[in-house]
């Protein structure tokens, strides 16, 4: 049983360069989300998903796009990318009813 | 918006209990949550506690809920060094939107 699993682990990018960072789950999970994690900042919440086909912003939607296509993926896309955009991302899951998320082990990315 | 607050640094003697202690705002969330970060990995739920529950206990840890004072505890009895760690406490929004406060790191010596 994989879990959550989310690639890339690590990712250097340019100024102005576009990416996904992917993310995918095999647990049949409803509710999907992806947060950013800065020193000091604890997880800030992104982009949330409630099921295929929907989606809805955060508390730092700005710069990232994310759609649900299927209920296993939420990729989060990052347009133009931005040095204040470095940071290591976590996507979550959960299933109904507010239990337990399970994290993916984090992307690391840098853009310089 | 709901704010949580941790306090960022705790240091402890291995053997010692550790108390780390999370405030918080809004007390509409239905759980709270402790979770456990390693150095390079993801978040590990440690335990968490039902909005209406005062404590709960689960081996070596001991959660405590003041909704009085909107404060939440995590005890963590005999503290060894694989306890060394980053701490998160977090309410839940609904759908899976939880809200974090900013980590506590735990260091264990001997």
């Known amino acids: 049983n994989a879990g959550v699993t989310q690639t890339p682990k690590f990712q250097v990018l340019k100024t102005g360069q576009s990416m996904t960072l992917q993310c995918a789950q095999d647990?049949?999970?409803?509710?999907m989300s992806w947060y950013r994690q800065d020193p000091g900042m604890g997880l800030r919440l992104i982009h949330y998903?409630?099921?295929?086909?929907?989606?809805d912003q955060g508390e730092v939607p700005n710069g990232y796009n994310v759609s649900r296509s299927t209920t296993e993926d939420f990729p989060l896309r990052l347009l133009s990318a931005a040095p204040s955009q470095t940071s290591v991302y976590f996507c979550a899951s959960c299933d109904t009813g507010d239990t337990e998320a399970f994290f993916g082990q984090g992307t690391r990315l840098t853009v310089v | 918006g709901e704010d949580v607050e941790q306090s960022l640094f705790l240091s402890v003697r291995e053997g010692d209990s550790s108390v780390i202690n999370c405030t918080y705002t809004d007390s509409s969330s239905t759980y709270l949550y402790w979770y456990k970060q390693e150095p390079g990995a993801g978040l590990q739920l440690l335990t968490y506690?039902?909005?209406?529950?005062d404590m709960k206990q689960d081996q070596r840890l001991t959660v405590l809920l003041n909704k009085k004072d909107k404060h939440l505890s995590l005890r963590i009895a005999d503290t060894q060094t694989g306890d060394s760690a980053i701490y998160f406490c977090?309410?839940?929004?609904?759908?899976?939107?939880?809200?974090f406060g900013a980590g506590t790191r735990l260091a264990v010596h001997p």
């Open positions: 977090a309410l839940s929004g609904g759908y899976n939107k939880l809200i």
């Open positions: 998903s409630v099921g295929a086909g929907i989606t």
């Open positions: 506690i039902f909005s209406n529950m």
């Open positions: 647990m049949n999970h409803e509710y």
